[in-house]
T-cell receptor, first 112, second 114 residues
């Protein structure tokens, strides 16, 4: 079963622009994570935000979490062509350790 | 070493074949996972091993049989699969016993059942 729902499903931008992706989820969580996947291969962890945190930064990434709205956003600033990939949010099931449920994902295309 | 290694990278098998997917990590992680991903869909959890014991089976058909021989290895034995089982199979590992841990994924095995 899927927990998170991302929007938009697809996003196309020019290099240098910012990309914002949103994720909504349904149940209580311990944390929310964002992963990146290139061309249907392995997923790479980007950032983890705990349920008691509201915002987190890592390089060009900024993640926010609103537990009252059960939603999160991922902002990639100054995008590059190499950022082209699918991005998934993932939540764990509260009371269940390290057991990730992935959202449907946003396919980001950054044009040079 | 922060790698999860999966073999083979590609596998084509007939519906009567028996094959195995292998996964290895040397990060000292005691939780390991199998996910299945169909094209243009998110990964879906199949199995979770915690401290080498099966802790979660997401109602996966018995034609998929996981095995965790030791803390570094995870296998997925396949038997009598159907064409709809064709997918990317991803292995992942993480620290066990904590909620706030990232998962490390292998590059996957792309399985085609003919």
């Amino acid at each position: 079963s899927q927990q998170g729902e991302e929007d938009p499903q697809a996003l196309s931008i020019q290099e240098g622009e910012n990309a914002t992706m949103n994720c909504s989820y349904k149940t209580s969580i311990n944390n929310l994570q964002w992963y990146r996947q290139n061309s249907g291969r392995g997923l790479v962890h980007l950032i983890l935000i705990r349920s008691n945190e509201r915002e987190k930064h890592s390089g060009r990434l900024r993640v926010t979490l609103d537990t009252s709205k059960k939603s999160s956003s991922l902002l990639i600033t100054a995008s590059r062509a190499a950022d082209t990939a699918s991005y998934f949010c993932a939540t764990d099931r509260r009371g269940s350790q390290g057991n990730l449920i992935f959202g449907k994902g946003t396919k980001l295309s950054v044009k040079p | 070493d922060t790698e999860v290694t999966q073999t083979p990278k590609h596998l084509v098998m007939g519906m009567t074949n028996k094959k195995s997917l292998k996964c290895e990590q040397h990060m000292g992680h005691r939780a390991m996972y199998w996910y299945k991903q169909k094209a243009k869909k998110p990964p879906e959890l199949m199995f979770v091993y915690s401290y080498e014991k099966l802790s979660i089976n997401e109602s996966v058909p018995s034609r998929f049989s996981p095995e965790c021989p030791n803390s570094s290895l995870l296998n997925l034995h396949l038997h009598a699969l159907q064409p709809e089982d064709s997918a990317l199979y991803l292995c992942a590992s993480s620290h066990a016993g904590t909620f706030h841990t990232e998962a490390f994924f292998g590059q996957g095995t792309r399985l085609t059942v003919v």
